[in-house]
């Protein structure tokens, strides 16, 4: 062989090892096969003391006594007591959003950011630079009002290796004293009451209390990769009174890693630490082998296992057909599956014996539990609990029950899309 093609097939065989790297990473699921009880028994009930210290520990995340949480449901509860707390800023706003695009809602938005910039208030603006569809005027916009606005992992041919790790993440602080998070985006189709068609159906928290501090954070870390600087000081983390009683909470930033990520960690041993019920509401629910292993597990140990997704309604078919493809493996080990009719279905919440609850961003896909930065507000509150139940028992109430003996009758051209659909899905 000659150097030259010595040097050609070198190369060759370099870009194929990367190639493949590329490929591993793409389809890498979680390391988390069980989760089990050092000794004896299962991991602790969620109403067992042991439980709070495990999942602080696993998530990397400290609950804190002391919380207000108020749990909002679409967009009419949402964004009047939004645009409120925003225009009632005085000192600093932060804002991480993954979905922008132009509307009424958009508009209304840089009406009340350009406003408070103008009357001092300082803003700091981060949007994800895939899911955001701003057009420059709108960003210039802010801009000139003194909006500091940054994308996210902008996409180039520099950043493949980050290209697929989006800032899925939901965070709104306002003063450093109080917080937003959920599965809501800036868009008018998250307007109206998640009820009838066109208007999608979400649920998002409002908190006061440390969660704030750590909802911050998040953002503090992602505002550092995307700009350099590491923001400290009393106008984003100003100081908080230890409070008693209130609400026992704590925000959970998860953020992708080789090994297992927080949002892994947390979603196994609130799976593995149900006894009686866990109900799961999702708008993209395509979880990996394992996930789905746990989750028949609990079923097959007496625990009420139930799941609401998107129906034909959803937004996108291709994750429909994926997670259709695995009803089967669930429903035959007693998890009862619902999809939503007349919209889409997007929020995100888990519930556990009516006293666990999770409100977040968090999809229980592999793409936001492994390659995303997410956050979820967790709870350990029967109050909390009871309000996440009370709302998944109406969600059915607009939902269809799948039935295991007339979803097996479905036809050979819906087989073939959930088996495309479920391949893509985990490389997509």
Not at 214 to 237: I, K, R
Not at 314 to 327: E, M, P, V, W
Not at 414 to 427: I, L, M, Q, T
């Given at each position: 062989m000659t150097p030259a093609s010595i040097a050609f097939l070198l190369v060759g065989m370099i870009v194929a090892f990367m190639a493949f790297i590329g490929l591993m990473s793409a389809v890498k699921g979680t390391p988390v096969d069980a989760v089990k009880r050092f000794g004896d028994g299962q991991p602790a009930a969620v109403d067992e003391p042991g439980f709070r210290t495990a999942i602080e520990l696993v998530s990397r995340t400290t609950l804190h006594a002391g919380h207000e949480v108020e749990v909002f449901m679409n967009g009419d509860e949402t964004y009047p007591r939004l645009w409120s707390d925003l225009r009632a800023a005085r000192e600093s706003i932060t804002l991480q959003l993954y979905y922008n695009e132009p509307g009424r809602m958009a508009d209304e938005l840089r009406e009340i950011l350009v406003e408070r910039a103008r009357a001092g208030v300082g803003i700091l603006f981060l949007y994800d630079a895939f899911g955001s569809s701003f057009p420059k005027e709108y960003v210039q916009a802010l801009k000139d009002a003194g909006v500091i606005a940054e994308p996210f992992r902008p996409i180039s041919v520099l950043s493949p290796h980050t290209m697929q790790n989006r800032a899925h993440i939901r965070v709104v602080c306002v003063d450093g004293r109080?917080?937003?998070t959920g599965g809501f985006g800036i868009s008018d189709k998250w307007y109206g009451n998640g009820r009838d068609e066109g208007q999608w159906r979400d649920s998002n928290v409002r908190f006061i209390g440390r969660g704030?501090?750590?909802?911050?954070?998040?953002?503090?870390?992602?505002?550092?990769?995307?700009?350099?600087?590491?923001?400290?000081?009393?106008?984003?983390?100003?100081?908080?009174?230890?409070?008693?009683?209130?609400?026992?909470?704590?925000?959970l930033h998860g953020s992708p890693s080789v090994g297992s990520t927080e949002a892994e960690r947390f979603?196994?041993?609130?799976?593995?630490?149900?006894?009686?019920?866990?109900?799961?509401?999702?708008?993209?629910?395509?979880?990996?082998?394992?996930?789905?292993?746990?989750?028949?597990?609990?079923?097959?140990?007496?625990?009420?296992?139930?799941?609401?997704?998107?129906?034909?309604?959803?937004?996108?078919?291709?994750?429909?057909?994926?997670?259709?493809?695995?009803?089967?493996?669930?429903?035959?080990?007693?998890?009862?599956?619902?999809?939503?009719?007349?919209?889409?279905?997007?929020?995100k919440t888990v519930v556990v014996d009516g006293m666990w609850g999770a409100v977040g961003s968090m999809n229980a896909d592999n793409r936001s539990l492994s390659f995303n930065e997410e956050t979820v507000l967790m709870t350990l509150d029967a109050g909390i609990g009871a309000t996440l139940e009370r709302q998944f028992t109406d969600d059915i109430a607009h939902a269809d029950e799948i039935l295991l003996a007339t979803f097996r009758q479905r036809?050979?051209?819906?087989?073939?899309?959930?088996?495309?659909?479920?391949?893509?899905?985990?490389?997509?």
């Open positions: 109080i917080g937003w704030v501090h750590q909802l911050q954070s998040a953002f503090v870390a992602c505002w550092a990769e995307a700009t350099g600087e590491l923001l400290v000081g009393d106008t984003l983390f100003p100081p908080l009174e230890p409070r008693e009683g209130g609400i026992i909470a704590g925000l979603f196994a041993l609130t799976i593995a630490s149900a006894r009686k019920r866990l109900w799961i509401t999702n708008s993209y629910f395509v979880p990996d082998r394992e996930f789905r292993r746990m989750i028949a597990d609990a079923a097959r140990r007496g625990v009420d296992t139930r799941v609401l997704t998107p129906g034909m309604s959803t937004d996108i078919k291709s994750t429909l057909y994926a997670g259709r493809a695995r009803y089967e493996e669930l429903m035959k080990a007693g998890v009862r599956i619902y999809e939503y009719r007349k919209t889409m279905m997007h929020a036809g050979t051209i819906d087989r073939v899309k959930e088996s495309v659909a479920h391949a893509a899905w985990r490389v997509l």
